[in-house]
């Protein structure tokens, strides 16, 4: 073993996983000592080793180790790390202008990401859009003008739902721990609904939406409904595919009450499911997309898009942020959104999910612990269980990460009882580091 951080010259990067020391390994080990003595200890870190570089679909840490990133920084490097285009086009913006606060002075490139979105999300009546900083934000806005246009006040969110960690976002996330627990006072007139989980509640669409709405009748009532918010294909809930019919059949709900439907399409937006938002799978047309994660191939930056008469709804004024559209996060957007229609990169996920679904299936044909395989494009998930019953195992997640880590296999989990291991590479990742990670996943399996 040779400990190649210590040439001289930058390791050039290969598309390889490379193991060269234990994990973590020596300098990852020293700062993270740093940081225990110094940052917050509520910010947690799945794997501890410490990273210095990433391109497309690996990372490499500290002391050399290279990692194929099956995890893309949670749906975020969507289009690869240190992507060339997103690169040289944030580096320009940076050097020319990095900040005038829009509210201020405006600039070009927050309106180019305005008609960006207008043109890719779903349908195609008049959009606007609003720019934040982050996913959670996005949320909070997409409220805050829903309830604007409405005048009512009520929102409407599902079990097993992620919606971020501000308050009223907190408020609207469906787990406790580690999101809520002794966080309160919570936002209030924020109602929570079943929703559709084919593997644990065994309903068709419908039968599942007339639940979720016989549900908000009796607690709430439509008339005091601003909006209803709901992921497409649930993220952090542990990527669940809603029943067929079951989203539409809200949908329509929404439209006869005056209800603002909104699609949190942070985690699935953005080509992640071979669409640009999962909202096609279903024939949605959102009044609202809320957009994050995956919009600026890194950097932070969210969106509110929707129907011009409810975006149009919040007086001047009313809207923004000191950062919100900062320029080179809007630089990198525009490169982002180039990126995917340059390499046709909606098609790399349908490739993805080619790949990598038929082997999953195959893992749950030999083990028995994999109650569930499901998702879409570059967002599948497999659900662990006692065989044969829905019981979660979520020790045996935490074993396949452990194991996986050791490999060079960066794994994340999730789910509400974090029983589910969820695939979100880079668009980037090819087929050999795919099959590479499946087979560490085999034998993490075989291991348990
Ligand atoms: C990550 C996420 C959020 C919150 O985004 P942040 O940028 O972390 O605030 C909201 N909704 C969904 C579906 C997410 O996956």
Partial sequence: MTDVSEASAPVPLTEERRIV?????????????RRLAVVAAGVSSALP?????????????VDGNQFIDLGAGIGVTTIGHTDEAVVSAASAQLAQVTHTAFGITPYEPY??????LAEHTPGDHAKKSLLVNSG????ENGVKIARKFTGRRGVAVLDHAFHGRTNLAMTMTFKSMPYKAGFGPFAPEVYRAPGSYPFRDGLSGTEAAAHTIAYLEKTVGPSDLACLVVEPIQGEGGFMVPADGYLPALQEWCSTHGIVFIADEIQSGMGRTGRYFASEHFGLVPDLVLTAKGIAGGLPLAG?????????????GGLGGTFGGNPVSCAAAIAVFERIEQHNLLAEAQRIEATLKPELLNLQQKYGVI?????????LAIELVEPGSTTPLPEAVNSIVAFAAQQGVLLLSAGTWGN??????SLAISDDL?????????DALAAL
């Fill in 434 to 442: 795919l099959g590479q990670a499946v087979r560490v996943l085999d």
């Fill in 49 to 61: 080793v410490y990273i210095e570089r990433a391109h497309g679909a690996i990372l490499v840490d």
């Fill in 304 to 316: 509110v898009t929707g129907r011009s008469e409810i975006m149009d709804a919040a007086h001047a």
């Fill in 136 to 139: 959670a934000e996005a949320v």
């Fill in 420 to 425: 589910v291991l969820r695939f979100l590479p």
């Fill in 371 to 379: 109650g569930d395989v499901r998702g879409i494009g570059a967002m």
């Fill in 111 to 116: 309106v180019r990401v305005a008609e960006l």
């Fill in 21 to 33: 020391t234990a994990i973590p390994g020596p300098k990852s080990r020293a700062l993270h000592e």
